[in-house]
RNA sequence: GGCGGCGUAGCCAAGUGGCCAAGGCAGUGGUCUGCAAAACCAUUAUUCAGCGGUUCAAAUCCGCUCGCCGCCUCCA
């Protein structure tokens, strides 16, 4: 058994082999540092993150590269716009991305070079490609040469002929083919500039990732990713540079992640969130709102190669659900532990088996593809049958079956970690849950416990009357009570 | 126009040709409860957009039709 990962290169499911046996070298196109990262940021991180935790589970080493885009048109733009040098601006976005993964409680990749720091390899790149005939310098610009490359096209599935047909190519009479792309753009007055053999300029932005994954992952690495919007131009340039210059293959499986869509209530259709659109969530306003794990359990009900709907509900949706695995968790917590010496037991042989295949499940689920929708599914089963034993669970217990729920609570546990969910105690999750539901409340704890205690009082009165008025009174506040064998609790209802 | 993808219950979502088509949310009936809530049990797709084809066998493979999305411009 091994991972299957998803090749967008060969269009086909490929089991996973490391060049180097047992050591996985993984490339992610990061963020460029203009703006606040949106879900859509949140999605690549966090599967980009779940793979990385994954793979190491499985037992593999793996070196996680990914980079910082800190110079650009866009940063310029921005930067110009706000009156603020492109170098801070950069700098300060990088900062801000660190706060939103910070909240999403991600771990940093291994290593996490900026295009600025590595301009002198970009350039040796560059000056390799015109050596070989295969970019070409004009006016303080160099282009790469698409035509002297001829797998141009084998990502993205396209040939230079179709994609002239309906692009929208802006007229460039310094390019010798449409299609040609810039490796090196010469500055103008006032903008950021670097020396170079061209002249003081900039780099383009296919060459940054060619440059920094060859220095820190070699000429050829396992796998590189990004979202799908990245196959065409980015990687398929990518590409084309970096095997052009290593006469090597540059990279043996592409993993791309489909978008977080939104709904457009004008046309009540869904459409991909992005910045031309104007339709972007920020996971800044995400984390006012949500725990990070609510958003882990969205992002991670849907494979992550297919287009996934955000909606308020659906988070609902995946909070209600969180809550549920805790709460499985956290009632195995509860037991009042008294092994009784009895060999006996109340788990099932079908019970007991779903919770000793739980691990087997959960990995087949990732091995094809990641597939965490399917892997998920395995924990609410398990949580299921928690729920069933705890229920049927005696006074006294058989030491056995205490022994299998451990068992079953350390595994849910173990799982979910590698979806980045199930972090907290359970306890801990609840109870916080709890609070800052009640900030919602309109009435204060201290209150609700008067009135339970009143309530109580008129119960042991079978003063069933007014112990439902109490009941109803708090209910129309969103506070739930239960009644359970050792008093009445409750919980802020949500709606 | 070129390329890629999607269409599975009220909603979300798995399903790598062959036991009763996972799981979640919502719903319904029941157990429990003074009544509730939670939990548990049962139940909710004779069917996988439609039509053909391949096969002993298809949601899964092939073709066509319809609908939707994305890329081809910066984009996760």
């Not at 967008?8 to 990061?30: A, D, I, R, S």
């Not at 900026?114 to 000056?127: P, Q, S, V, Y």
């Not at 297919?306 to 509860?334: C, F, H, K, V």
């Amino acid at each position: 058994m091994s991972v299957r990962i998803y090749n967008t290169l060969t269009q086909k499911k490929e089991p996973l082999n490391p060049l180097e046996p047992g050591h996985v070298k993984l490339y992610v196109c990061g963020i460029t540092s203009y703006d606040y990262c949106h879900i859509g940021h949140a999605r690549s991180s966090l599967v980009f993150d779940m793979i990385v935790k994954y793979l190491r589970y499985c037992g593999y080493k793996v070196t996680f590269v990914r980079n910082f885009t800190d110079i650009d048109d866009k940063i310029i733009n921005r930067a110009n716009e706000q009156g603020t040098p492109p170098s801070q601006l950069a700098a300060r976005f990088i900062d801000e991305f660190y706060r939103d993964m910070d909240y999403l409680g991600l771990q940093r990749p291994d290593i996490e070079p900026k295009a600025t720091e590595h301009i002198d390899d970009m350039i040796g790149l560059i000056e390799t490609l015109i050596a070989k005939d295969q970019a070409y310098a004009v006016d303080g610009d160099v282009y790469f040469a698409v035509e002297h490359f001829p797998a141009y096209g084998k990502l993205s599935r396209r040939r230079l002929e179709d994609m002239q047909a309906g692009a929208r190519i802006t007229i460039n009479e310094k390019k010798r083919h449409p299609m040609d792309f810039a490796l090196w753009k010469h500055s103008k007055a006032g903008e950021p500039a670097w020396d170079s053999p061209w002249g003081p300029g900039r780099p383009g932005w296919h060459i940054e990732c060619s440059a920094m994954s060859k220095k820190y992952l070699g000429d050829t690495f396992d796998i590189h990713g990004g979202g799908k919007d990245l196959i065409f131009p980015h990687h398929e340039n990518e590409i084309a540079q970096s095997e052009a210059a290593n006469d090597k293959p540059f990279v043996n499986m592409w993993v791309h992640h489909g978008f977080v869509t939104v709904r457009n209530e004008a046309t009540a259709e869904n459409e991909k969130m992005s910045k031309s659109l104007g339709n972007f969530l920020t996971i800044r306003e995400l984390s006012e709102k949500y725990h990070p794990e609510i958003l882990k359990l969205f992002i991670f009900s849907t494979q992550y190669r297919n287009p996934l709907e955000y909606s308020e509900q659906a988070m609902l949706d995946a909070e209600t659900g969180l809550t549920r695995l805790y709460e499985s968790i956290a009632g195995i917590d509860a037991i009042k532990r008294k092994p009784a010496d009895i060999a006996g037991t109340v788990i099932t042989d079908k019970e007991a088996d779903k919770i000793d295949s739980l691990e087997e499940r959960f990995r087949q689920a990732m091995d094809n593809d990641f597939n965490t929708a399917q892997a998920i599914g395995q924990l609410f089963d398990a949580a299921k049958t928690v729920n069933k034993i705890l229920r049927k669970l005696p006074e006294e217990q058989a030491p056995a079956d205490l022994a299998r729920l451990d068992q079953a609570r350390e595994a849910i546990i173990r799982q979910g970690r590698v979806i980045g969910i199930l972090n907290e105690p359970a306890q801990v999750f609840l109870e916080r849950r709890k609070r800052e539901t009640i900030r919602d409340a309109v009435i204060d704890p201290a209150a609700i416990e008067t009135l339970i205690a009143r309530r109580n009082e008129a119960r042991k009165n079978k003063d069933w009357k007014l112990s439902d008025a109490i009941r109803d009174e708090l209910l129309a506040k969103s506070v739930e009570l239960k009644d359970g064998p050792d008093g009445t609790t409750w919980s802020v209802k949500r709606d």
